[in-house]
C-alpha cells in the first residue's frame, strides 16, 4: 500500500511525464528554428515543475530519514511500537526510491530534448 502521504507525489510525478513525452513529441516533429522557439514557454514551465518535483523528493526523503533517527535510539526498549513506525518508514524509502527513479529517467529524457532543441538552432 502506497503511504497516503506519497499518494499525490506519484500523481504529479505521472502527469510531469505525460507533460515531458508530449512536449518531446513536439520537438521531434517542429520543422524549424521557429517552430522550436514557440515552444520555450512550456519547456521554462517544466523546467519550473521539475524544479518543485525534485523539492517535493528531496523533502519527503528527509523527512523520512528524520523519522529514521527517531526511531533508532527507542528501538532497545520499545520494538513491538516501533516496529509499525518502521514498516511505514521501509514503504516510504521503498515508494520514494521508485518515485526517484520515475523522476530521474523524465529528467534525462527533458535533459535530452533540451540538448537537441540547441543542436538543431
Not at 32 to 58: C, F, T, W
Not at 64 to 92: C, F, H, M, V
Amino acid at each position: 500500500m502506497v503511504p497516503q502521504e506519497l499518494q499525490e507525489l506519484f500523481l504529479d510525478l505521472g502527469a510531469f511525464k505525460q507533460r515531458v513525452d508530449l512536449l518531446l513529441g513536439k520537438i521531434q516533429a517542429a520543422s524549424n528554428a521557429l517552430s522550436r522557439s514557440l515552444l520555450k514557454p512550456e519547456m521554462i514551465a517544466l523546467q519550473n515543475d521539475l524544479a518543485d518535483v525534485a523539492e517535493k523528493l528531496r523533502a519527503l526523503m528527509e523527512s523520512a530519514t528524520e523519522r529514521l533517527r527517531e526511531i533508532n535510539p527507542r528501538w532497545g526498549s520499545d520494538r513491538d511500537t516501533q516496529i509499525a513506525l518502521l514498516t511505514n518508514l521501509y514503504l516510504k524509502f521503498a515508494y520514494l526510491g521508485a518515485g526517484r527513479n520515475s523522476w530521474t529517467r523524465s529528467r534525462s529524457n527533458y535533459h535530452c530534448s533540451a540538448v537537441y532543441d540547441r543542436g538543431t538552432r
